[in-house]
């Protein structure tokens, strides 16, 4: 059974940072395009970063420059490094494995607020 178990969100104030990860279980990441993704209230869930099997690092151009997403193969786990967090950042964070072109698991979801 895969599981992702996302953690670190929470409430910061804009300009703060905030370091999220994601402990998946289950699949072996190294395998895989892994990768944070954001749902805010009303919106579509969008892609904010993924790095493939290989290392290869993309980012939506929201967040380049600030964001930075890193893995550890060996404890199989995801991070996104958040710095500079601006109030538009705020949104429920996930967690998402690539399995196939159709196949995504997900984590629950983690919530950043960014208000002073």
């Known amino acids: 059974q895969v599981q992702l178990v996302e953690s670190g969100g929470g409430l910061v104030q804009p300009g703060g940072s905030l370091r999220l990860s994601c402990v998946v279980s289950?699949?072996?990441?190294?395998?895989?395009?892994v990768g944070w993704y954001r749902q805010a209230p009303g919106k579509q869930r969008e892609v904010v970063a993924t790095?493939?099997?290989?290392?290869?690092?993309n980012y939506v151009d929201s967040v380049k420059g600030r964001f930075t997403i890193s893995k550890d193969n060996a404890k199989n786990t995801v991070y996104l490094q958040m710095n500079s967090l601006k109030p538009d950042d705020a949104a429920v964070y996930y967690c998402?494995?690539?399995?196939?072109?159709?196949?995504?698991?997900w984590g629950q979801g983690t919530q950043v607020t960014v208000s002073s």
């Open positions: 790095i493939t099997y290989g290392g290869t690092m």
């Open positions: 998402g494995v690539v399995r196939t072109p159709t196949l995504t698991y």
């Open positions: 289950g699949i072996t990441i190294s395998w895989y395009t």
